[in-house]
């Protein structure tokens, strides 16, 4: 029995610090088909899942993300023996292990493995019908039983387990299991790849103690992103089925002869996919080109054996040919079927074309490998164009212009040549095109050859044009908020035209292929706008002149002052404009408010707009600060408290009782009294607070007449204020 002794965690440094990467990212799953149809399966394929359930349940099946730097997938599908929160750890342990179900009833993976000890098997299955005939899937297996348990009864198990028809396998209703070595039959196991046996398939996780006990060289590969000891390279899973037909899939992974030590597999998100057994492309033999010519060019459809597949089997492949070209008038006969021999990649089908005297214009033929009929048909199709023989390339000129002294470039159009194309001017030159310096205009002839030996030549006099010259002047004026002026550039010559000019010798700008005449150039920032370089279609030539563009913008200073005391509205911010165009429009984002001065503010911040009158505009925000924990309050009776003159205490439901209302701010809490006309204390209220029911006098058997009533506020900085009012009593 294996030692389940855990050693203790250590850490030297953190994660990223040491090894510049992040973890791997863990979810536990909550919808399961959801983790199928939108993480697994690929979204453009016409696959049919169904029937989707975990082995066990979900509590070790999840997603997984940020996975590139661990497994070298970035994410999807994780199922484990252990615990989902112990994967995405930096390795530091030796033995992580996390106890799940205990023995587990898995026929289909004891026969696998040959063992009746099964113990944690988790994982998925479903039904799916597949529309083409390779099915695959990428996945990475990862365990802490490496290195030590290498060769070992404790060799947990995984598998792909498929059944459905012309799937016979000696395995659980008659399933094989998927989970392959590249190029091998043997199935994808602790004991079959490692650090001993198919090493190019292994990756080495190990911390030091075990590559020590192991006599593995110390070479973590993802030990700060994952806490498994070792795990495969991204392997895929293929199987050959029957479009249309239904199949089952069993994923699942265990823990062999003990519940100890944890194990995984990851699936790669979108990964899982039907393809066709084959391809097809077209091409013109030699060429990297789709249209062949009568009397000249060649045609090939090429069949391609899907990579998948691998060689070893004999395909035959039947397709259907359409297209507007008519087989044995425009080429001749081809079959509707090919053989890829067991030893090939690929199958060629040479198309010959039957050269004709008719103008039947652009043809095709068209050749389409297609799936079964199912409901969702996929199919791979290739074109290959015919085009009657070219006796006319479309040869000539474009009318030229240059500059005395200026070397130029220039060369034909050549509109209908089958390249490559060979080029003879009178020059002497066999270039596609040539380049001269001229002082006078002179006469130029190219014969043009294509691929099929049509032949065509031109001739042109190259023109001598003015070198264009361009003066560019002005005062303008700038600021923000307006919509910027337009300096308009009349250019001279041929178009296009292109500029250089920098603003304020700052990094030049460059505009080009301009077509317009003339041109608006945007002055949408101050400062002295230099034009640098200038040229025509054809010539360089000489610009001068330079343009100012005044800035408008105008200053704002300001005063702000802070309220009395904490939580009063008596702050202030005080504008001082200068520059700028009278009058000036003052916006603080409050209605009413469009003044320099803004007054009753509690502490905060304040946004202000200014336009001037020339539509140049200032932002600014003005932070008005609290008051100092001892500053004296004062207290604006009229804005903080409201006194009642008079109340008529007759119960008709009118104005029956008397009390205080005090604006909570400034004011903390307040309380009452009431004295007759000599003094003599009639009631005497209780302290009314924010949030506290309101204190009322009723007024009592007290006769008509005049009253006082003297209120007592408390401040918020703990100083008191009292204020007095007659009250008149009517009956």
Known sequence: MKNKLLLLSFLLFSVEALFGQTPIQLDPAENLEELILEDFLKQDDCIEVFNIKPISDLTAIGA?????????????????????????????????????????????????????????????????????????????????????????????????????????????????????????????SINNINHLRNTGFFINNLIEQDAIACEIEYNPESISTIEFDGFTKRLQAIVEVIPCETYHLRLVVADVSDDALDSAVFLEGKSFESSGIASVDARVRGRDDQTVYEDCLEGEFIFRRNRLTGRGTEIILNYTIQGTATMGEDYEFITDSVLISENSFNEVLPIVVIPDTLDEGREFIEIIIESINCDCITRDTAVLFIEDSKEDIGLRFEETFVCVGQEFTFGPIVETGIPPLTYSWSTGDTTETITDELLMPQTYQVTVSDFCGATDSATIEVQIQDIPALTIEGDFDWCKGRNPQELLINFPGQAPWSFHFSIDEADPIL??????????????????????????????????????????????????????????????????????????????????????????????????????????????????????????????????????????????????RFT?????????????????????????????????????????????????????LELVNGSFEYVGQDVVVVR
């Open 511 to 656: 505009l080009e292929n301009i077509t317009e005449n003339p041109f608006p150039l945007s002055l949408d920032q101050a400062g002295t706008y230099q034009f640098i370089g200038f040229n025509d279609e054809y010539c360089v030539g000489t610009i001068q002149g330079e343009v100012v563009v005044d800035n408008l913008e105008f200053d704002l200073a300001y005063q702000s002052f802070p309220p009395s005391c904490a939580n009063a509205n008596d702050g202030r911010i005080v504008l001082d404009i200068s520059g700028g165009v009278a009058p000036f429009g003052i916006d603080w984002g409050m209605e009413n408010e469009s003044e320099t001065v803004l007054s009753g503010l509690l502490a905060g911040n304040y946004g202000v707009i200014i336009t001037d009158n020339l539509g140049c505009v200032l932002r600014d925000s003005i932070e008005v600060i609290e008051a100092q924990p001892d500053a004296n309050c004062v207290l604006d009776i009229a804005k903080n408290i409201y006194i009642s003159t008079a109340f008529s205490p007759n119960d008709d439901g009118i104005n029956d």
């Open 660 to 712: 205080v209302y005090p604006k909570y701010g400034l004011i903390k809490n307040a309380s009452f009294q009431i004295f007759n006309r000599w003094g003599g204390l009639v009631f005497q209220s209780d302290v009314i607070n924010e949030g506290g029911a309101p204190v009322f006098w009723d007024g009592g058997i007290s006769q008509v007449g005049v009253y006082v009533c003297l209120v007592k």
């Open 64 to 188: 997984f993300s940020n996975g590139t730097d661990a497994i070298f997938m970035e994410e999807g599908i994780v199922f484990s023996t252990g615990n989902l929160e112990n994967i995405g750890k930096q390795n530091s342990s030796t033995n992580t292990t996390g106890l799940l179900y205990g023995r587990a009833d898995a026929p289909y993976l004891r026969q696998a493995v040959r063992t009746p000890a099964i113990f944690d098997a988790v994982g998925i299955e479903f039904d799916f019908t597949p529309t083409q005939r390779i099915i695959s899937f990428r996945y990475v297996f990862a365990s802490e039983e490496y290195c030590e348990y290498v060769g070992s009864e404790f060799n947990d198990a995984f598998g792909f387990f498929i059944s459905g028809p012309g799937i016979e396998g000696n395995g659980f209703d008659n399933s094989i299991n998927i989970a392959k070595i590249p190029d091998s039959e043997e199935i994808v």
